[in-house]
């Protein structure tokens, strides 16, 4: 295949990855990954590691749109950082010891169990009260300031090592534990979570890259395309109700379930 209309195609493709990463707040890479071993014919790891050519300048603009929409917590941030840095590195080296075809079956493993949380999430609820003066209030979205940071960097510790194992996903791990135990919403969770993974994708992607598993010619012009569209994906993530962000959010991890399965 020509090299022009392989950077074409890319181009293409990143930008529809960029727009579902911004509204869905998970870099694009979780669906870039399957595509490479797809259409590329990339083993596991050097799929990954492509994807995170593509997933770092990304995240970095998904954030700066996201702290643009309603302030960061950096000091949160921070803390989640200082957790994920050194086991983004040791789940670096687990992965390129993994058989590739093993590694992918864990990976859609991986995904599958964040798939039902998330349809858990986005269900509607029953035996809601009626409405009235007496009828039950939803908790109100904490503020990150009022937890202690503890627990940001021990949540950063989970995501880390998840990023090294699987190259993303970090902030899809994080952003549920961000909802459900620290009751954030869902634009702040995400916006935090990819906010303290981006020093353990830096460690990743050198990582892979030392190890000849990242492939820049294509991850590059992925790149490209995926911040072009990124600023639109987030401003959808704003329009949209909470349960039907995590609705699509399910769906889209389904989808890519269903691609990993195909190669495996």
């Known amino acids: 295949m020509e090299w022009y209309v392989v950077g074409l195609g890319c181009l293409v493709a990143g930008a529809l990855i960029g727009f579902t990463g911004g509204v869905l707040g998970i870099g694009g890479g979780l669906l870039a990954i399957p595509l490479l071993g797809l259409v590329l014919d990339m083993p596991q790891q050097a799929a990954q590691g492509t994807a995170l050519v593509m997933v770092l300048p990304a995240v970095l603009l998904t954030v700066r749109k996201y702290n643009q929409r309603a302030r960061i917590d950096w000091h949160a941030a921070a803390a989640g950082a200082a957790g994920s840095i050194v086991f983004t590195w040791i789940g670096a080296r687990i992965a390129l010891g993994i058989d590739p075809i093993l590694l992918r079956r864990v990976y859609a493993a991986f995904i599958l169990c964040i798939a039902i949380f998330y349809f858990f999430q986005s269900r509607p609820r029953k035996g809601k009260a009626k ?5 039950a209030k939803p908790a109100p979205a904490r503020d990150p300031a009022q937890i202690h940071k503890g627990w940001f960097a021990a949540v950063g510790v989970m995501a880390g090592l998840a990023s090294g194992i699987f190259g993303v996903g970090g902030s899809v791990l994080a952003v549920p534990f961000l909802t459900t135990y620290f009751r954030l919403s869902q ?5 935090l979570a990819l906010s303290m993974i981006v020093p353990g994708i830096i460690v990743a992607l050198a990582t892979y890259t030392a190890h000849g598993q990242a492939h820049w010619p294509v991850g590059l012009p992925l790149a490209a395309g995926s ?3 990124v600023p639109y994906g987030v401003r959808c993530a704003y329009a949209m109700p909470e349960p039907r962000l995590k609705m699509i ?3 889209m991890l389904l989808v890519i379930i269903f691609l990993l399965l195909i190669k495996a």
């Open 187 to 191: 634009t702040s969770a995400q916006a």
């Open 249 to 251: 959010f399910a769906l």
């Open 131 to 135: 409405p009235g003066k007496n009828a």
């Open 227 to 229: 911040i072009c569209c």
